[in-house]
Structures are given as C-alpha cells and as structure tokens.
C-alpha cells in the first residue's frame, strides 16, 4: 500500500471514499486530464485523494494530515504518486509477453471507465499496438457496466458477443454486464478486486484466474 509506505496508516474501505472523489473529479475535469500522461494522471489523481482524506477521512488521518505543512504534504503525494507509477510500470512490463502471446490467437480490446487519455497511457507505455479496439468511457460518453460500452468494443472488433470473451477485476463492472449480453466471462479476481461491497454474483463469471498468464490455457 502506498500510502502506508508513505506514513499514513489506512485500509481499504477508508480509502475507497477518497478514491471514488478523485475518479468523479478525473470525469469533470474534461480535456484538462486528457492531455495527462501517466505520472501526471496518476499525481491528479492522488492530490485529490489527499485533499478529500484531509478534509473528509477519518480522525486520525485528518489529524495526521493537518499536522503537515503545504510543502511536507506535497512530498507525500509526490512519494505515493512515485509508488503508483512504479507499481503500474511492472505490471505492464510483467504482462506484456501474455498480451503478445495472446495477440498472437485473438484480436484484443479495451473497455475501461477511464477519463479521456487511455490511448495515450497505453502509447506511453508501448502496448497500445497490442490492442484492435481501445474503448474509453470518457471518449464515448458511456461508462460500464452499462451494456452499450461493450457492444461498441464487440462492433469495433467485429465479432459476436459468443465469439467473445470479457476479462475483468470487476464481478458487477465487467463480468455481469458481459454475461448478459452473451459473453463468456473471465473474472480477474486479486485481493484488491475482492470488496464485500462490491455487488456482483460470482456466478457472473465463467472462469476464475488469479494472474493474466492463466488465460492461454482457459479452456473455451
């Protein structure tokens, strides 16, 4: 955990509040987050997590962040900015030989809420070639789980939707809205995707697998 890493003690139902501001203020931002690479995406996006906790969290992290000054707290959104970036750099660099290999058997899209930049955090990252459809829920003006955003990525791919496959960490996101629309159904299940919170019947889910290289050997 980032934050922990850079002092603040919080769990994750603390922080999910602080993350859902952020996302809806990443929305309303517009074109001003859509020029954002990943680092600057990323510290947009911690900033008002931290402005959120600061104001709006629990007692002692309110306590813990008032007690800082303006530059200390700015060195703390750039250290948990820094940890975020280098976590998503590895896993990027840990899952490009499964996309490759995968590129290789399927054609591959994106469907992602995301805020108008995906595109260009996926050139960045030197992945974006991998993938036939990029569908962006900031671009297209349709977030998941409703159903439209999927059949625009199946459209773009030119299949049907059982000749198809969605694999996500969301249950209620991503594998309940594919399962309804007649996709098979791949639930990227991760500790972190796992919140009681969370609706979604796993259920919803065709397969279970705990890491993307398990996908080559899903058998269809």
């Not at 899952?95 to 058997?105: A, C, G, T």
Request: with cysteine.
């Amino acid at each position: 955990m980032q934050y922990r890493a850079a002092g603040v003690e919080i769990d994750r139902d603390e922080l999910d509040a602080a993350f859902d501001h952020a996302t809806q203020a990443g929305y309303r931002a517009g074109k001003v987050v859509q020029r954002f690479g990943l680092v600057d995406l990323v510290r947009f996006l911690t900033g008002n997590q931290m402005e959120f906790l600061a104001h709006q969290g629990p007692d002692r992290i309110r306590g813990k962040l008032a007690s800082l000054d303006p530059k200390a707290r700015h060195r703390m959104v750039e250290q948990v900015t820094a940890g975020f970036v280098t976590a998503t750099r590895k896993g990027i660099e840990a899952n490009r030989p499964v996309l490759k290999n995968l590129k290789v058997r399927f054609r591959i899209g994106v469907v992602s809420n995301f805020y108008g930049n995906l595109e260009g955090i996926l050139a960045e990252a030197g992945v974006k070639k991998m993938f036939d459809s990029i569908v962006d829920s900031s671009r297209v003006g349709v977030f998941k789980p409703a159903p439209a955003i999927f059949e625009m990525a199946l459209r773009a791919l030119r299949v049907k939707p059982p000749e198809a496959a969605m694999i996500g960490d969301s249950l209620g996101k991503d594998c309940a809205p594919a399962h309804r629309l007649g996709l098979k159904t791949v639930w990227y299940r991760s500790s972190a995707s796992v919140h009681p919170d969370e609706p979604g019947d796993e259920s919803s889910a065709d397969f279970t697998i705990a890491s993307l290289d398990e996908v080559a050997s899903l058998q269809w």
